[in-house]
């Protein structure tokens, strides 16, 4: 079973990321009450940058409250629930993430996930550190984005269950890992055949044909 620790909002703030400031929905923090989940997350709870976070397959960021107790436990910070921000904090998740394509369940709201969190400066400015994105590639705990499969109604301190899917799949854990290289032809096809986020499907897509293309030129350059 997963228990769900806390549900977090934010509402829009001013930052200072380096000479600029920059309006981010990052902070958010616990809420007492019942939350409406729709298509594109959690009512009420701001996005920003639209270009880079949001839409309806990552509207909802989930971390492990486990990955919190980590960073605690072993490095100089002390973090609570939502200061990544994340929409939900959950204890119950395997340590190695869970598959694309897998679901997170409380009542009738269900939640696939689609990709891993990846740290922007943003992130490291709300952290107050300009080493936290290294920090966080180094500490491999992502978290990761869903979408809202089945809409509804969210209470703080619910139990929920995992619908793992039939399919092979890679982990969020794993896919983590794989933006940070680069990858052949038969891995990215492996990748757009999953459930992943229309921005990564759009970046693979992109390399896909750039591979197919290189590998075409080559052929047309050994007769």
């Known amino acids: 079973m ?25 902070f958010k923090n616990p809420v ?9 997350g959690i009512t009420g709870d701001a996005i920003c940058d639209k270009r880079h976070h949001g839409g309806i397959d990552q509207a ?24 990544f921000g994340e929409n939900l904090t959950i204890r119950g998740i395997p340590g190695a993430g869970l598959m694309i394509g897998d679901q997170v369940r409380f009542g009738d709201i269900s939640l696939q996930v689609t990709a891993p969190r990846i740290p922007c400066a943003t992130f490291a400015a709300r952290i107050g550190s300009k080493q936290f994105v290294r920090e966080f590639n180094v500490a491999q705990r992502p978290g990761f984005y ?12 619910v139990q929920g269950r995992l619908q793992l899917t039939d399919a092979a799949s890679i982990s969020s854990l794993q896919f983590y890992r794989d933006l940070q290289r680069t990858l052949t032809l038969d891995e ?3 990748y757009l055949a999953l459930p992943i986020d229309e921005r990564s499907r759009a970046d693979f897509t992109a390399r896909r044909a750039k591979l197919i293309d290189r590998s075409a030129s080559s052929v047309l350059k050994s007769r």
Do not use: M
């Open 2 to 26: 997963l228990k769900l620790e806390s549900i977090n909002v934010g509402q829009k703030t001013d930052l200072q990321q380096g000479k600029r400031t920059v309006s981010t929905g990052i």
């Open 32 to 40: 007492d009450h019942a939350v409406q989940i729709g298509s594109q």
């Open 60 to 83: 909802i960021y989930v971390y492990r409250s486990e990955d919190y107790e980590w960073w605690n436990q072993n490095t100089g910070y002390e973090f609570t629930a939502g200061y």
């Open 146 to 157: 869903c979408r809202v499969v089945q809409a509804g109604i969210l209470s703080p301190q």
């Open 188 to 190: 990215l096809e492996c």
